[in-house]
């Protein structure tokens, strides 16, 4: 007990807790404390009882994609009939709708179609910006930086720059999964590397790019790898530039299995379950002292779990999520229509506050 007692001043103090008592927090600690000094440090940050969500639109680019994840139900090779590229028309209808609902933002984000360059994706933004100058992108990730900067021969920082000049206001985590190359080359071999992914972060910080950090955990990986996956996150964090955004917020969210190669061809299905999510929300807030906000994913743990977790460190529930195609694809069918989504806030007892990608009020 003296142990945790030692780990928790330390991490109410808000200095770094190391891999090590990171591990020994998540396999000894109680759920109760471990809540209780979560929470107590989420008042530091985000002091009071305002919890954030936001309303988007999840518009997928294309679903043509090389990379063939084996936790992904969502790609197809090119020549499937099932193989699309979203159309300008397409993006008008469903921006339109965006806006009928009172969102201004498009989370954009597809498969890495080798037949799109840095060309296609410049054109695209221009055209959006130009038809609907208040929307805000919120797009691609560090896996689409690193494919572009390899098929276009530029560094991360002039594909980065030159998607910002298009339009790009800030960057999602995704294809984070873990920061691992043990587990990424069983689950994602194709796919960016766990230096390649943070490379990109570190590049879009120094530019002052927004972004978020994410995992997608319960699948192959180890406790040690979740902890090492959150202390590389506050590591790149630290080295931001100072007064430059970097990582706004943290959002982990458990492994789909439904319908997927991991789950079919391999037999590994998926290790969520509430208090073992509550206890990762818990970890993660002590863990990253130096990114204020820790989102619920509501979307793939549904509203019990969600509500819980306002409870143990997290302050935002994240997007009414219009559209979605990627996780549901997976088996998640929690849906959440603004309405719902502020009442389940308001039953766990916080004030909802509608934000921006920038975790400002709007």
């Given at each position: 007990m003296?142990?945790?007692?030692?780990?928790?001043?330390?991490a109410?103090?808000?200095?770094?807790?190391?891999?090590?008592?990171?591990?020994?927090?998540?396999?000894?600690?109680?759920?109760a404390?471990?809540?209780?000094?979560?929470?107590?440090?989420?008042?530091?940050?985000?002091?009071?009882?305002?919890?954030?969500?936001?309303?988007?639109?999840?518009?997928?680019?294309?679903?043509?994609?090389?990379?063939?994840?084996?936790?992904?139900?969502?790609?197809?090779?090119?020549?499937?009939?099932?193989?699309?590229?979203?159309?300008t028309?397409q993006?008008?209808?469903?921006?339109?709708?965006?806006?009928?609902?009172?969102?201004?933002q498009?989370?954009?984000?597809?498969g890495?179609?080798?037949?799109?360059?840095?060309d296609?994706?410049v054109?695209?933004?221009?055209?959006?910006?130009?038809?609907?100058?208040?929307?805000?992108?919120?797009?691609?990730?560090?896996?689409?930086?690193?494919?572009?900067?390899?098929?276009?021969?530029?560094?991360?920082?002039?594909?980065?720059?030159?998607?910002?000049?298009?339009?790009?206001?800030?960057?999602?985590?995704?294809?984070?999964e873990?920061?691992?190359?043990?587990?990424?080359?069983?689950?994602?071999?194709?796919?960016?590397?766990?230096?390649?992914?943070?490379a990109?972060?570190?590049?879009?910080?120094?530019?002052?790019?927004p972004t978020?950090?994410?995992?997608?955990?319960?699948?192959?990986?180890?406790?040690?790898?979740?902890?090492?996956?959150?202390?590389r996150?506050?590591?790149?964090?630290?080295?931001?530039?100072?007064?430059?955004?970097?990582?706004?917020?943290?959002?982990?969210?458990?492994?789909?299995?439904?319908?997927?190669?991991?789950?079919?061809?391999h037999?590994?299905?998926?290790?969520?379950?509430?208090?073992?999510?509550?206890?990762?929300i818990?970890?993660?807030r002590?863990?990253?002292?130096?990114?204020?906000?820790?989102?619920s994913?509501?979307?793939?743990?549904?509203?019990?779990?969600?509500?819980?977790?306002?409870?143990?460190?997290?302050?935002?529930?994240?997007?009414?999520?219009?559209?979605?195609?990627?996780?549901?694809?997976?088996?998640?069918?929690?849906?959440?229509?603004?309405?719902?989504?502020?009442?389940?806030i308001?039953?766990?007892?916080?004030?909802?506050?509608?934000?921006?990608?920038k975790?400002?009020?709007?």
């Amino acid at each position: 007990m003296k142990i945790l007692s030692r780990i928790y001043e330390k991490a109410l103090s808000l200095q770094s807790v190391d891999a090590e008592e990171g591990e020994y927090l998540y396999n000894n600690a109680s759920l109760a404390e471990l809540m209780l000094v979560a929470d107590r440090i989420r008042q530091i940050h985000i002091p009071g009882r305002n919890v954030g969500w936001i309303i988007d639109r999840n518009v997928n680019i294309t679903n043509i994609c090389f990379s063939q994840c084996s936790f992904c139900n969502f790609c197809r090779k090119k020549g499937s009939p099932e193989a699309y590229i979203t159309s300008t028309d397409q993006y008008i209808r469903k921006i339109e709708e965006l806006y009928l609902l009172g969102g201004d933002q498009l989370l954009l984000q597809g498969g890495m179609n080798p037949e799109l360059g840095l060309d296609f994706y410049v054109t695209l933004f221009k055209t959006l910006k130009g038809l609907f100058p208040s929307l805000k992108l919120h797009a691609l990730g560090p896996p689409e930086i690193s494919f572009l900067a390899k098929k276009e021969n530029k560094s991360y920082h002039d594909i980065l720059v030159s998607l910002i000049s298009a339009g790009l206001d800030s960057l999602p985590g995704a294809g984070a999964e873990i920061l691992s190359d043990r587990v990424r080359q069983k689950i994602s071999p194709a796919k960016a590397n766990s230096e390649e992914w943070s490379a990109v972060m570190r590049t879009a910080h120094k530019l002052n790019l927004p972004t978020s950090a994410t995992m997608m955990y319960g699948h192959i990986e180890t406790v040690k790898e979740r902890i090492d996956h959150l202390i590389r996150i506050r590591d790149i964090q630290s080295a931001r530039p100072a007064g430059h955004y970097g990582f706004i917020t943290f959002i982990p969210w458990p492994f789909q299995d439904k319908g997927t190669l991991l789950r079919k061809k391999h037999n590994i299905k998926s290790t969520f379950n509430g208090p073992d999510y509550i206890r990762l929300i818990s970890v993660s807030r002590i863990i990253l002292n130096n990114i204020p906000n820790i989102q619920s994913s509501v979307l793939t743990v549904g509203k019990d779990i969600g509500m819980l977790s306002l409870h143990a460190g997290a302050n935002d529930v994240g997007s009414v999520m219009i559209e979605e195609n990627v996780v549901s694809a997976a088996g998640s069918r929690n849906r959440f229509d603004s309405g719902e989504l502020q009442a389940l806030i308001r039953e766990a007892g916080f004030i909802p506050v509608r934000r921006n990608q920038k975790y400002e009020p709007v």
